[in-house]
């Protein structure tokens, strides 16, 4: 056998060679576990981080971009293709009404009224003067807000024979000669599509656009006013007239700002609307209130059976027989938002409104000048 120090002698020259196999071993399993475990306890940490930063960046910054690109085509004459009014279609808006309907109606604890909504008034240049109350804690939800009565006297009603129904811009106005109307500039609606079928008139003829006239030698008339956010939401009867006949179409609740109109064809024929049709001093009137995106809610002061945006098919279309007289300058009924009012009447080939296209109008301003109309009551 060696002896002792011949053994250390040699561990020297052993010791490098066996070196890997003299290695201390370590322990495989207990790391391994160690390690699994501590990856399943980070993986809900990494999930939730991951969610917390899509929330709280991606779409803020997705929301930014968005804007900012819808911004630059409204800037420039950007030519929308067919693919994306569809993709913008399927959106579903008439769900997303019904939500912010409900978040709108809550009650606002009093101590943060006058916060939300200085902060509406400063977003969308709400001029709270004209309102009835101009205490903003009074107002116990937006909705209230946002439908908020005007104080007394801070509308003139002009003697005119048809004034305006709203606050509003006017998108398009002018004579409707045939069966296709502008929306806006170059782009048209149909009309028998934006009112349906003609089951108020006593004699059927197969021309549509001549079975709304009660008087052959007349011809109709539009006036498209567009209601913004900030603006007044109730409006009101433009004229003397009666309604005997009430169409509801239950359709989609896009946006209808003068942008949407301009590059969306047919779009007051896609929307939910309420039309309301009867009788004037020249014979046939209309006056339709169209729902728009946040807008699923349109209220009747006298037609307390309307229900809009209602769950069920969007198609469907509801009809009834009524009888209502309204006075000009009377409260018809109130948005829950920024929409579209669209008149739609009979009148003598040389009626013609005061106004163009980009006007501004307030309640009860004249449609057309006194002059105009006083020639026409003299005839």
């Given at each position: 056998?060696?002896?002792?120090?011949?053994?250390?002698?040699?561990?020297?020259?052993?010791?490098?060679?066996?070196?890997?196999?003299?290695?201390?071993?370590?322990?495989?399993?207990?790391?391994?576990?160690?390690?699994?475990?501590?990856?399943?306890?980070?993986?809900?940490?990494?999930?939730?981080?991951?969610?917390?930063?899509?929330?709280?960046?991606?779409?803020?910054?997705?929301?930014?971009?968005?804007?900012?690109?819808?911004?630059?085509?409204?800037?420039?004459?950007?030519?929308?293709?067919?693919?994306?009014?569809?993709?913008?279609?399927?959106?579903?808006?008439?769900?997303?009404?019904?939500?912010?309907?409900?978040?709108?109606?809550?009650?606002?604890?009093?101590?943060?009224?006058?916060?939300?909504?200085?902060?509406?008034?400063?977003?969308?240049?709400?001029?709270?003067?004209?309102?009835?109350?101009?205490?903003?804690?009074?107002?116990?939800?937006?909705?209230?807000?946002?439908?908020?009565?005007?104080?007394?006297?801070?509308?003139?009603?002009?003697?005119?024979?048809?004034?305006?129904?709203?606050?509003?811009?006017?998108?398009?106005?002018?004579?409707?000669?045939?069966?296709?109307?502008?929306?806006?500039?170059?782009?048209?609606?149909?009309?028998?599509?934006?009112?349906?079928?003609?089951?108020?008139?006593?004699?059927?003829?197969?021309?549509?656009?001549?079975?709304?006239?009660?008087?052959?030698?007349?011809?109709?008339?539009?006036?498209?006013?567009?209601?913004?956010?900030?603006?007044?939401?109730?409006?009101?009867?433009?004229?003397?007239?009666?309604?005997?006949?009430?169409?509801?179409?239950?359709?989609?609740?896009?946006?209808?700002?003068?942008?949407?109109?301009?590059?969306?064809?047919?779009?007051?024929?896609?929307?939910?609307?309420?039309?309301?049709?009867?009788?004037?001093?020249?014979?046939?009137?209309?006056?339709?209130?169209?729902?728009?995106?946040?807008?699923?809610?349109?209220?009747?002061y006298k037609d307390p059976d309307l229900r809009t945006n209602t769950k069920g098919n969007r198609h469907r279309i509801d009809e009834s027989e009524t009888h209502i007289s309204f006075k000009k300058g009377e409260l018809f009924g109130q948005f829950n938002m920024g929409s579209t009012i669209i008149l739609l009447f009979e009148a003598p080939k040389d009626f013609e409104f005061d106004l163009c296209s980009g006007d501004r109008v307030?309640?009860?301003?004249?449609?057309?000048?006194?002059?105009?109309?006083?020639?026409?009551?003299?005839?």
């Amino acid at each position: 056998m060696f002896p002792p120090t011949r053994i250390r002698s040699c561990l020297p020259v052993i010791s490098p060679m066996f070196k890997q196999r003299l290695r201390p071993h370590r322990p495989f399993r207990q790391t391994s576990t160690l390690h699994q475990n501590q990856t399943k306890a980070a993986l809900p940490r990494n999930k939730w981080m991951n969610l917390r930063a899509i929330i709280t960046r991606w779409v803020p910054l997705g929301s930014v971009m968005y804007v900012g690109w819808c911004y630059i085509r409204a800037s420039i004459d950007y030519e929308i293709s067919k693919i994306e009014i569809r993709f913008y279609e399927m959106f579903p808006f008439r769900v997303t009404s019904r939500i912010w309907g409900k978040i709108a109606a809550c009650e606002l604890p009093t101590s943060i009224r006058s916060y939300v909504y200085g902060t509406y008034i400063r977003l969308f240049n709400v001029n709270l003067n004209d309102a009835a109350v101009t205490d903003l804690s009074y107002y116990k939800s937006l909705s209230a807000f946002f439908t908020r009565p005007l104080r007394e006297g801070a509308r003139y009603i002009s003697p005119a024979l048809c004034v305006s129904p709203c606050d509003g811009v006017v998108l398009n106005c002018g004579p409707a000669d045939t069966d296709k109307i502008e929306q806006v500039k170059g782009v048209t609606y149909s009309l028998e599509e934006f009112i349906g079928d003609n089951k108020w008139a006593e004699k059927k003829e197969p021309n549509y656009y001549n079975s709304l006239l009660k008087n052959k030698d007349n011809i109709l008339h539009q006036c498209i006013i567009y209601l913004a956010p900030g603006d007044y939401h109730r409006f009101h009867s433009p004229c003397d007239w009666i309604a005997t006949f009430r169409r509801h179409f239950s359709g989609k609740l896009l946006s209808v700002n003068p942008w949407m109109a301009r590059i969306i064809p047919g779009l007051f024929t896609m929307n939910e609307r309420a039309v309301y049709i009867g009788e004037w001093k020249h014979g046939f009137f209309s006056m339709t209130a169209v729902g728009a995106t946040n807008v699923g809610s349109i209220e009747i002061y006298k037609d307390p059976d309307l229900r809009t945006n209602t769950k069920g098919n969007r198609h469907r279309i509801d009809e009834s027989e009524t009888h209502i007289s309204f006075k000009k300058g009377e409260l018809f009924g109130q948005f829950n938002m920024g929409s579209t009012i669209i008149l739609l009447f009979e009148a003598p080939k040389d009626f013609e409104f005061d106004l163009c296209s980009g006007d501004r109008v307030l309640v009860g301003q004249a449609l057309t000048t006194m002059k105009k109309q006083e020639k026409q009551q003299s005839r």
